[in-house]
C-alpha cells in the first residue's frame, strides 16, 4: 500500500466489512459515503456543514475542473482542496464516466477520450496520462484511473471493448501515476473495473486490472442502465473477487437501501448525487422509526399538501442545521413551492446527514453482528408500505 | 409610544442621528439595514447567518404570505417569526408596494386592493382591516398600514389620490389595529407618508398621517422612478418633518452609497433586496480600504475574469462566512461562472454582513461626530472613480 496509507478490517458479518482506511487526508471509516461535488463544490452545502455531517472524503470530477477553472488556475492555487476549502480527503473521478453521460460530444479513441467542450465548444484530449497528472495537481487523496464506461446492459462485444480499452489505460494510468510521484506526497491510485452484467467480462476486467497492482478497487458500469436485482446479483458474484485487504468502491450507487444493499455484497466506498439532487426537488429520506433499533426509511417528498400544517421537523432527533433549527415540514413545504433556494440548502445538507447516519449504522450493524436484522428492517419500507408518502 | 417599546436618540452630528429603538423582540441600533425576506425566508441565507451578520430585524411581506402559506397556516403555526425560526424583530409590509409591481394583476378600489394571485388567479381582497389582522396573526413586531404607492414621479392628480386614500387607509388601519390589541401583546403601528417628488403633497401626507398618532413614520413612494438626485432633495425637506422622537424608515432603499445620503438626511430604518439580489448575479459590496479609517466602497463582479486567478478573499478582515472560511475571489469567479448556488449562498451573506458592518461604521460615525467625513469617503468612490471594478 501507499506510504501514508493502510487499510485495515475492524468487523465483518457475512460479506459486509467494516474496515478502517487512512489516508493523509484524514480517516475514512467504512462503509462511507462520499458526497459528490463535480465541480468543486458540493451543491447548496458548506464545507463545514459537509465536515458536521461525518462526511471524510467528497468527490470532484476531472473532466469538469479541467474544463473549468482549469488545471493552470488550480495548479496555481495548490489543488482542490485548497480551492473549495475542504480539509477532508478527496476522490476524483478520472472523466470516463463523462464519456457516457455526454456522449454526443465524446469520441473514444484508442489513445484517450476527444471531449467537444459542453461549455464553450472546445476541444479537449483526455488521455490517462493527462488524466493523471490532473489530479496530481488536484491533490487528490484518492485518484481514479482512467476507464471506459459504457451501459451496462450493451452488447458483449461493446462491453469487451471497454474492458480491453480500460485495461490497457489502466496500465498507462498507473505507469504515468508512478512517474510522477513526489516523494512524501504520495496518493491513492484505484483502478476500475468494467464488464457490464457480463460475468465472464467482470472477471476479465478483474483478472487485468489487479494485475497492475492499484491501491483500491473500483466497480464501474453500474447505474448505468440495470436494475436494482441485475446490479446486486452481479455485485454478489464480482465483490468477493476483490482483494479484501484494499478498498471497494462501487462507483454512482445510489438510494439509501441500495448502498445498504451494495454493503451486503462487501462494498466499502460509495458516491452519488441522489441526496443533493433530490433535496433539491423537494424530497427528504428520513428514518422513519426514529426511537427503535430498526432502520426503516422513509422517502418524504415535501412538496405534498399533506405537509402544509405539519409543525414537526423532518426527524426530531436529526443533528442536521435543517432539524436542529427546528425547521418544520410545514416551512420546507412552503419554501419548496415558493421556489426559495433555500428549500434545496436544507434538505440537501438533511439528506447528505442521513446519508451518513444510515453508513454509520450499517458500521454498527456490521461491528455488532446484527448486519442481518438491520438488512431486513432497511428493506422493510419497499415490502410493507410502510413509506408514509408510498 | 406602545407599550413594550421604547425610542432615544443616542447621538447626533448635523440631521445624522443614532438612536436605540427597544421592541419585545431585541433592540434596534440606528441606522439600521433590515435583509428582506419576502416570503418568510431571507433567499439563500440562515436565519442563523443573519443573526451572525448582526441584523436585528427582518422584513415580509403581508401580501405574498397571505398568498402563501396563507393565513391559517401561520396563525396556526404562531406567526412567521416562529415559521422562519427568526428570534430577532420582524417587520412587515402590508401589501401597498405590491400593487405597483404587481400592476397588472391589480385594481385598486376605494374599499382596499383587489388582487389576482400571481400564483393560481384567485382574488385577494386586501383591506386595511385584513392588512392589520394578518400583521397580528403573523407576529410582526412592527406592523405596517395599508397604503397605495405609486410612482414618484407621476402627475399631481395621481400622487394626490394616493396621499388622500393612503390617509384614509391609515385612519382605518389604525382604529382596526387598536381593536385588535392583546394586553401583553403589544405591537407597533407605523404609517407611510406618500405624495412622491411633490414637495406639497408631502406635507400633506405628513400632517394627516401624523395626526392619526403612529408609533414610527415611514417615507413610502421613494425607490419608484426617480433618481438618487431627485430623492435626495426631496429626502432632506421631509424627513425633518417627522417626529424626532420616533423611529423614521425609508422604504426599499436602497445601494450602500443611498443608505449613507439618507441617514444624512435623519433616516433611521431602510430595506432593500440589493443585497441578497445583488449576489444572485455574482455582485458583492466591499469595503475598497480595510486598513483606513475612510469609507471608500467598491462593487466587485465576480464574473470579471480578472478574479480567474486572485487567490484573495473578498475582504481580509470581514467576518462573513464567506470571507472569515478563506473563499478566494478565485473560487467565487469559478462558481458564479459554474452557476452553483454556492454562489449566491456566499455573495448573499457577505453582502448582508457588509450592509450591517457599513450601518455600524456609519452609526460609530455619528456617535463619533465625524460623519461629514465618513460621508465624504463614502461618496468617492462614484466621484474618482476608485472602485477597483469602475
Same mark, same amino acid.
Given at each position: ?6 487499510f ?40 463545514q ?17 479541467l ?9 496555481? =492555487?495548490?489543488?482542490?482542496? #485548497? ?5 477532508? %480527503? @478527496?476522490?476524483?473521478?478520472?472523466? $470516463?464516466?463523462? *464519456?457516457?453521460?455526454?456522449q ?8 484517450g ?17 493527462l ?40 496500465e ?33 476486467? =478483474?483478472?487485468?486490472?489487479? #494485475? ?5 478497487? %473500483? @466497480?464501474?458500469?453500474?447505474?448505468? $442502465?440495470?436494475? *436494482? ?11 468477493p ?24 455484497c ?37 412538496r ?21 433549527q ?13 421556489g ?31 448486519f442481518?436484522?438491520?438488512?431486513d ?14
Amino acid at each position: 500500500m501507499t506510504q501514508g496509507f493502510s487499510f485495515s478490517q475492524d468487523a465483518c458479518d457475512g460479506a459486509a466489512r467494516a474496515c478502517t482506511y487512512s489516508t493523509p487526508h484524514g480517516v475514512i471509516r467504512t462503509p462511507c459515503f462520499m458526497p459528490v461535488g463535480t465541480q468543486g463544490c458540493v451543491k447548496g452545502v458548506f464545507p463545514q456543514t459537509l465536515a458536521a455531517s461525518g462526511a471524510s472524503v467528497v468527490l470532484a470530477n476531472t473532466y469538469h475542473l479541467l474544463l473549468r477553472p482549469r488545471l493552470e488556475v488550480l495548479e496555481r =492555487i495548490g489543488g482542490v482542496r #485548497a480551492f473549495m476549502r475542504w480539509q477532508g %480527503a @478527496l476522490l476524483t473521478d478520472s472523466g $470516463g464516466f463523462q *464519456a457516457l453521460s455526454l456522449q454526443d460530444l465524446v469520441k473514444v479513441e484508442e489513445g484517450g477520450i476527444v471531449f467537444r467542450s459542453h461549455i464553450d465548444g472546445t476541444t479537449l484530449h483526455l488521455t490517462p496520462e493527462l488524466a493523471m497528472h490532473a489530479q496530481r495537481s488536484f491533490d487528490s487523496t484518492i485518484a481514479m484511473a482512467l476507464d471506459e464506461c459504457v451501459p451496462s446492459t450493451s452488447s458483449v462485444e461493446r462491453l469487451r471493448t471497454a474492458v480491453e480499452r480500460s485495461a490497457l489505460w489502466a496500465e498507462r494510468s498507473i505507469a504515468h501515476w508512478r512517474k510522477e510521484n513526489i516523494e512524501g506526497k504520495e496518493r491513492a491510485l484505484f483502478g476500475i473495473i468494467q464488464g457490464g452484467l457480463n460475468l465472464a467480462l467482470r472477471r476479465l476486467s =478483474i483478472e487485468r486490472t489487479l #494485475a497492475l497492482g492499484f491501491d483500491g478497487y %473500483a @466497480l464501474g458500469g453500474f447505474a448505468v $442502465g440495470e436494475n *436494482a436485482p441485475q446490479r446486486n446479483a452481479m455485485l454478489e458474484r464480482v465483490a468477493p473477487m476483490l482483494p479484501a485487504n484494499q478498498p471497494r468502491y462501487l462507483m454512482g450507487v445510489g438510494k439509501p437501501r441500495d448502498l445498504v444493499e451494495s454493503v451486503a455484497c462487501g462494498i466499502d466506498l460509495f458516491d452519488c448525487v441522489v441526496p443533493t439532487r433530490s433535496g433539491r426537488t423537494g424530497q427528504a429520506f428520513c428514518f422513519a422509526d426514529e426511537d427503535t433499533d430498526t432502520t426503516r426509511l422513509a422517502t418524504r417528498n415535501l412538496r405534498n399538501a399533506r405537509y402544509k400544517n405539519d409543525v414537526q421537523p423532518l426527524e426530531q432527533t436529526c443533528p442536521c442545521p435543517c432539524c436542529e433549527q427546528g425547521f418544520s415540514r410545514a416551512y420546507l413545504h412552503h419554501l419548496v413551492k415558493a421556489g426559495e433556494m433555500m428549500a434545496s440548502m436544507l434538505l440537501s445538507a438533511h439528506n447528505l446527514f442521513f446519508y451518513q447516519r444510515l453508513m454509520t449504522r450499517t458500521r454498527e450493524a456490521v461491528c455488532e453482528q446484527r448486519f442481518a436484522k438491520f438488512f431486513d428492517s432497511v428493506r422493510e419500507q419497499h415490502d410493507d408500505g410502510h413509506n408514509p408518502d408510498a
